[in-house]
């Protein structure tokens, strides 16, 4: 009789995995901050079980100009992007500084998501940059005044700023590869981090 109440009873559904959109803030092919969000897709897979993380490129996005909305539509590029974003439960900023602020290609990319009804509302969000001088710091801060008027709920703790240093050992190789094991450890705290913190807002945590 226990044997077949065990058969019988209904099964516990799992939690669907979250979904990460990535952008990287800048387009240079060898960006440390490219390598970063791959480094970010193969922790994911390999030790972080329930999450999805996808590079979303902003390289195709025109530059914002409301001209091209036509009868509350986008161009394609732009509806593509703004369906990534819409889709996902949260995002992954990776990018360095430009000029102490945001990247112009970043910027962009956020302001097309922004064009009512704005994609970014609600979503959880992290921020890993690498950057000569701060690491990618100052961007990161502005990104985050940025976010209060998205509201884009950003994780506080920890940071992520990695410093590109002139010498060697570099923490990224020549095409932007992650190289650096505690680099890398400390990624994957953020990603962890970002895992909990989506799952909070979604009311799902334990």
């Given at each position: 009789?226990e044997?077949?109440?065990?058969?019988?009873?209904?099964?516990?559904?799992?939690?669907?995995?979250?979904?990460?959109?990535?952008?990287?803030?800048s387009?240079r092919k060898?960006s440390?901050?490219?390598?970063?969000?791959?480094?970010a897709?193969?922790?994911?897979?390999e030790s972080?079980?329930?999450?999805?993380?996808?590079?979303?490129?902003?390289?195709?996005?025109?530059?914002?100009?409301?001209?091209?909305?036509?009868?509350?539509?986008f161009?394609?590029?732009?509806?593509?992007?703004?369906?990534?974003?819409?889709?996902?439960?949260?995002?992954?900023?990776?990018?360095?500084?430009?000029?102490?602020?945001?990247?112009?290609?970043?910027?962009?990319?956020?302001?097309?998501g922004?064009?009512?009804?704005?994609?970014?509302?609600?979503?959880?969000?992290?921020?890993?940059?690498a950057?000569?001088?701060?690491?990618?710091?100052?961007q990161?801060?502005?990104?985050r005044?940025?976010?209060?008027?998205?509201?884009?709920?950003?994780?506080?703790?920890?940071?992520?700023?990695?410093?590109?240093?002139?010498?060697?050992?570099q923490?990224?190789?020549?095409?932007?590869?992650?190289?650096?094991?505690?680099?890398?450890?400390?990624?994957?705290?953020?990603?962890?981090?970002?895992?909990?913190?989506?799952?909070?807002?979604?009311?799902?945590?334990?």
């Amino acid at each position: 009789m226990e044997e077949a109440a065990k058969t019988n009873s209904p099964a516990v559904p799992e939690k669907a995995p979250i979904r990460v959109a990535a952008i990287c803030g800048s387009l240079r092919k060898g960006s440390c901050n490219r390598g970063l969000i791959r480094a970010a897709i193969e922790i994911s897979k390999e030790s972080i079980g329930g999450m999805i993380i996808e590079y979303i490129d902003i390289s195709p996005l025109p530059l914002l100009n409301t001209d091209l909305e036509v009868n509350g539509t986008f161009p394609p590029e732009v509806e593509a992007f703004r369906d990534k974003i819409r889709q996902a439960d949260s995002v992954l900023f990776a990018s360095p500084d430009y000029n102490y602020s945001v990247t112009a290609p970043l910027k962009n990319a956020i302001d097309w998501g922004s064009r009512p009804p704005n994609v970014w509302a609600d979503k959880a969000a992290a921020l890993v940059g690498a950057a000569g001088g701060t690491g990618g710091a100052l961007q990161q801060y502005h990104v985050r005044q940025i976010g209060v008027f998205l509201n884009l709920h950003f994780v506080n703790k920890p940071e992520f700023f990695l410093r590109r240093p002139l010498a060697p050992p570099q923490k990224c190789d020549e095409d932007g590869n992650l190289i650096d094991g505690e680099v890398r450890e400390r990624l994957k705290e953020v990603l962890l981090s970002l895992y909990a913190f989506t799952l909070r807002l979604q009311g799902k945590s334990k």
